[in-house]
């Protein structure tokens, strides 16, 4: 079946612009994931929904980045007055979660490379 | 901030030749699991052990975990010019398996 998709690949805006980042995780992935990677660097945590648990947002830098998960399906990254340090790949990813804390391997999308100029 | 650190940063070998990379890690964990990436773009899961495990194989992978230390070690036996690409250590935490947390990776060369 069909992997996780992103769109866009590419975003180029303006500083103070406002941007949206979608995701489409697997089909049957209860759990999304987004991740931000800044140039050369590891992944760092955003933000994780688990079915129709509240979601872990503990990971999200400020309060101009929010994220929704919609009908438990495709996900948006909103990112509000873009900043220049905002520019980085991000990263969205999905895995099946199974009750008793079994660990699975998140499968990734390929990213969508934000820059602010 | 970060769990895991990987060592070394980066790595350069030649053809045929084992690759090393580590792992060290903070918390206590339920899992921790490698992945790939290759052009700085989406990563590829390669291997999952869990805190009760001490090794894992796939194919020309190796998994070694102790808990003790807290540190991992991915073994890459007869490497090739294809598994050029940067490494990541990941940990999932005991009581929340769902979110990981990854380390700065090791960026391997593999020189045909």
């Known amino acids: 079946g069909a992997g996780v998709s992103q769109s866009p690949s590419n975003k180029v805006t303006e500083k103070g612009k406002d941007v949206e980042l979608r995701c489409d995780p697997i089909s049957g992935h209860t759990a999304l994931y987004w991740y931000r990677q800044s140039l050369g660097q590891g992944l760092e945590f955003l933000i994780y929904f688990q079915g129709n648990s509240a979601p872990d947002k503990s990971g999200l830098p400020s309060d101009r980045f929010s994220a929704e998960r919609t009908g438990g399906s495709v996900s948006t990254l909103t990112i509000q007055r873009t900043q220049q340090e905002d520019s980085a790949v991000y990263l969205c990813a999905s895995s099946l979660v199974h009750g008793g804390g079994t660990p699975y391997e998140q499968y990734f999308g390929p990213g969508t490379r934000l820059t602010v100029t | 901030s970060q769990q895991g650190e990987e060592d070394p940063q980066a790595l350069s070998i030649q053809e045929g030749e084992n690759a090393t990379m580590n792992c060290s890690y903070k918390?206590?964990?339920?899992?921790l699991q490698w992945y790939r990436q290759n052009s700085g773009r989406g990563l590829v899961h390669l291997i999952l052990i869990r805190s009760n495990e001490r090794e894992k194989h796939s194919g020309r992978l190796r998994v070694t975990l102790d808990t003790s230390k807290k540190s991992s070690s991915l073994l890459i036996t007869a490497s090739r010019a294809a598994d050029t690409a940067s490494y990541f250590c990941a940990t999932g935490r005991s009581g929340n398996t769902g979110k990981l947390i990854f380390g700065q990776g090791t960026t391997l060369q593999v020189k045909p």
């Open positions: 918390t206590s964990i339920n899992n």
